[in-house]
């Protein structure tokens, strides 16, 4: 079982993306069993609000339902309960070196590490473009299957 959790900054946006993205993919390629994927913030300041309506229309669009999913927060057991902490940028990295700072098992990294081309993905709350945020998501949703699955 190989176990996921994005992160972002309030789990409304980027992070509950990259959790139905990946659930997907998984889901299609027949590989659901073998995962375990959730998502969190590195914040309070939305827990217990549902997904972003941006992030649900653009999921909609694509045919990929969230529904139901509402935001929590990053727990100290979440080193232990998931293999992967895969963060959407620089400043949650920052944040979860913090709640956990000697991760001595090296699974905490930005999502978009696993690509060709490493870098934040840009948070659409202040962007508005969750076309742009979705594409990025997607890329490194691949780029992490292509990772743990080819090693």
């Known amino acids: 079982m190989i176990r996921v959790l994005m992160i972002c900054l309030g789990n409304i946006c980027r992070s509950p993306m990259a959790e139905f993205v990946l659930k997907d993919m998984v889901e299609t390629r027949g590989l659901a069993e073998h995962f375990l994927i959730s998502s969190a913030a590195t914040s309070r300041e939305e ?5 972003h309506p941006g992030t649900r229309r653009k999921l909609t669009e694509v045919g990929i339902s969230c529904a139901g999913k509402t935001a929590r927060q990053v727990c100290k057991a979440d080193y232990e309960r998931y293999d992967w902490l895969l963060v959407m940028d620089s400043s949650n990295l920052r944040d ?7 991760d001595p098992q090296k699974k905490i990294c930005r999502l978009l590490d ?8 840009a948070d659409p709350w202040y962007t508005g473009n969750f076309d742009v ?7 490194g949703c691949e780029a992490f299957l292509a990772h743990v699955l080819h090693p």
């Open 47 to 51: 827990l217990g609000n549902p997904v």
């Open 96 to 102: 979860m070196k913090r709640l956990f700072p000697d």
């Open 114 to 121: 696993f690509s060709k081309q490493p870098r934040d993905i």
């Open 133 to 139: 945020t979705y594409d990025d998501v997607v890329e």
